[in-house]
């Protein structure tokens, strides 16, 4: 009888780690009305990015092993990472790590830039963070706003208000 309760308890143990440790890959994608270039300079200027990614500043010398960081309005660190891959004007794949997560393990972000005749697709894909962490720190909503603000500003000139 004890070792069919401990077994029991070993079971629930190891289910709850796992889902715990899930991972799910979380895809964004929006149509703009601007040119590959234009939306490829959006993801890569600092200049750009403080206007529609939470006030946030890129910086990078955009080369595969090199490191960016994006840095806010106080010139802290709000996130940074490593570029894994890049093929300029079309495909960048980093590791992220937020600053507000602390200690939280790196995810992979990738930015993937394709021309669809007179527009351009953006497909954002956030993988290697477990569902919780995703969840908790509102990862879906940032994503959809970074997204969305962006392609407000390269089609009216304009970013949407922060929600921040």
Same mark, same amino acid.
């Given at each position: 009888?004890? #070792?069919?309760?401990?077994?029991? *308890?070993?079971?629930?143990? !190891?289910?709850?780690?796992?889902?715990?440790?899930?991972?799910?890959?979380?895809? #964004?994608?929006?149509?703009? %009305? *601007?040119?590959?270039?234009?939306?490829? !300079? *959006?993801?890569? %200027?600092g200049e750009q990015t403080q206007k529609y990614y939470f006030d946030g500043r890129v910086e990078s010398d955009w080369k595969a092993g090199s490191t960016y960081h994006y #840095?806010?309005? %106080?010139?802290?660190?709000?996130? %940074?990472?490593n570029?894994?891959?890049i093929e300029a004007q079309s495909h960048l794949k980093t590791t992220w790590r937020p600053a507000w997560l602390g200690d939280a393990p790196a995810s992979t972000v990738i930015w993937d830039v394709q021309s669809v005749g007179p527009v351009t697709l953006l497909k954002l894909t956030h993988t290697d963070v477990d569902d919780a962490t995703f969840e908790e720190a509102?990862?879906?909503?940032g994503w959809i706003f970074v997204i969305s603000s962006m392609k407000s500003l390269l089609e009216t000139g304009k970013a949407l208000p922060s929600i921040m």
């Open positions: 009888m004890e #070792y069919s309760v401990t077994c029991r *308890a070993l079971f629930e143990v !190891k289910r709850r780690v796992t889902i715990i440790m899930s991972t799910t890959s979380h895809v #964004y994608e929006i149509i703009i %009305d *601007a040119t590959p270039e234009t939306v490829w !300079k *959006a993801i890569t %200027d #840095y806010g309005p %106080d010139g802290s660190v709000i996130s %940074d990472g570029i894994v891959e509102q990862f879906h909503v």
